[in-house]
C-alpha cells in the first residue's frame, strides 16, 4: 500500500472505534522490531476500547512527523510524543503520508483513564486502522479485504506488540506456530474460524483492584526476559501451551481451557517475580479474588476462571449461560476487592468498527 501526495484523493477525515484484548497464553519477551519469543493467543474484547479520529491536512513534505494530539479532547504532550516517534518509525517504510501531510488525531477510551487498564492494545490498533484507512483512499481503494487488516496489524504490532491482536474478531494468533497456518511473528491471524460457540459468546468480567500506574511498564518487563534464568523453559512452553488450548477452544473443553489460562496468569508474575531486579505486580486483592474463584469453582462446579494480564486487575472468564449465578457471586464476594468496587464487565466481541 504506497501512498504520495500526487494520489491524495480528496479523503480528509476517518475514525474507527478498536478494542482491547485478553491474552490467553501470553506474549512476554520479544526482539528488537517488537517481534515476539513466543506466539500468543488472545480473545478480542468488545465494550473496552478506543475511539480514534485522524483528519489529514496540509502536506508539509518535511519527512518528521507533525501532529495535532488530543485525548478525551485535551491535549496530551507525552503521548503525543510517543506517537509522533511512532510515526517518524513507519513512515519511510510502510505509509509515507504520516511523515508528508499534518496529521489531527482525536483519541478516547471507553473505559476510565484510571482504571489500570493497558490501553496500548485498543489505541495503537485504532489508530493503525485510521491510517492504513487514510492510505488506502488516497490509492483509491476502498475494500476493507485481508491484506488491509494483515497490514494493519503489522503497523498496530510496531505501535504496541498485543494491539496485532486486536483487529480480528473473536481471536488472534501472533507469532509462528506449527499448528496455526498462516500464523507470522510479524502480524495476527484470526482463528475465529477455529473455535466452539460457547467461546464466542464468553463473557470477560474485569476487576478494577488498583488504579494506580504500573511499578514497571509492559516494555520494561519484556526487557527484563532476556536476563531471566526461565526464559528458554517459558518459550517452549508457550508453544506447547497454544497446542493445546487451541485443541481445548476447538472441541469446547472448558476444563483444559480453564487450566491453561489460569496457569498463563501464574507464570507471567512467577516470571516478573524471578526477573533481576524482581518485582510484583500482583496486589493482596489480586490474590484474594484468585483464592475465592477456586473456592467457587470447587463447590459449585461451575467453569469460572481467571487471568491476569500485566498488572493487579483480574480478568474473570465464564460462558455466557452461567451469568446469572457468577454476576450474584462476583457482586457478593470479590467486588469488595475492587478500587471503589470498579468492574467492567465485558465480552468476546466481533473486532474494530469503521465509524467514519
Ligand atoms: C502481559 O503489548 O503492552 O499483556 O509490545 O512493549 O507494547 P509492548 O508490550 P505489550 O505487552 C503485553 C503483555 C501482556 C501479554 C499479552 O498481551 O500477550
Not at 480473545?43 to 512527523?65: K, W
Not at 479485504?145 to 501472533?174: E, N, Q, T, Y
Request: contains cysteine; proline residues 4%.
Amino acid at each position: 500500500m504506497s501512498s504520495s501526495i500526487e494520489k491524495k484523493n480528496n479523503i480528509s477525515r476517518c475514525g474507527w472505534v478498536s478494542p482491547s484484548n485478553i491474552a490467553l497464553v501470553k506474549y512476554w519477551g520479544k526482539y528488537d522490531n517488537q517481534l515476539p519469543k513466543n506466539p500468543s493467543v488472545s480473545f478480542t474484547l468488545s465494550t473496552a476500547a478506543t475511539t480514534t479520529y485522524v483528519t489529514l491536512g496540509d502536506a508539509h513534505n518535511t519527512g518528521v512527523a507533525k501532529i495535532s494530539f488530543t485525548f478525551d479532547g485535551k491535549e496530551n504532550k507525552a503521548f503525543q510524543t510517543r506517537l509522533e516517534k511512532f510515526l517518524n518509525q513507519i513512515g519511510p517504510e510502510h505509509l509515507p503520508f504520516v511523515i508528508q501531510y499534518h496529521l489531527q488525531i482525536e483519541s478516547s477510551n471507553s473505559f476510565p483513564h484510571s482504571s489500570g487498564i493497558a490501553s496500548s492494545a485498543s489505541s495503537m490498533s485504532a489508530l493503525a486502522l485510521c491510517l492504513c484507512d487514510v492510505a488506502y483512499q488516497m490509492d483509491g481503494l476502498e475494500i476493507y479485504d485481508d491484506a488491509f487488516f494483515r497490514k494493519v496489524s503489522i503497523l498496530s504490532r510496531l505501535g504496541s506488540g498485543s494491539a496485532c491482536r486486536s483487529v480480528f474478531d473473536s481471536m488472534a494468533v501472533w507469532g509462528k506456530h506449527d499448528d496455526i497456518s498462516g500464523s507470522s511473528d510479524e502480524y495476527a491471524v484470526s482463528v475465529a474460524d477455529e473455535i466452539h460457540p460457547v467461546f464466542k459468546t464468553f463473557r470477560n468480567d474485569i476487576l478494577i483492584i488498583s488504579a494506580n500506574e504500573k511499578s514497571v511498564s509492559s516494555s520494561a518487563g519484556h526487557q527484563l526476559m532476556d536476563g531471566n534464568p526461565f526464559a528458554a523453559a517459558r518459550y517452549a512452553q508457550a508453544n506447547n501451551r497454544i497446542s493445546t488450548i487451541m485443541t481445548a477452544l476447538k472441541h469446547g473443553d472448558l476444563q483444559s481451557f480453564g487450566k491453561i489460562i489460569e496457569d498463563e496468569a501464574l507464570t507471567l508474575h512467577a516470571l516478573m517475580m524471578c526477573s533481576n531486579p524482581s518485582y510484583i505486580l500482583m496486589e493482596e486483592g489480586s490474590l484474594s479474588v484468585i483464592k475465592k474463584v477456586k473456592q467457587f469453582r470447587a463447590e459449585t462446579k461451575l467453569p469460572l476462571y481467571f487471568t491476569l494480564d500485566a498488572g493487579p486487575n483480574v480478568h474473570l472468564l465464564y460462558p455466557a449461560e452461567y451469568e446469572t449465578e457468577i454476576s450474584a457471586f462476583i457482586f457478593a464476594e470479590l467486588s469488595q476487592f475492587c478500587h471503589d468496587g470498579r468492574i467492567i464487565r465485558d465480552a468476546v466481541g466481533n473486532g474494530p468498527n469503521k465509524i467514519l
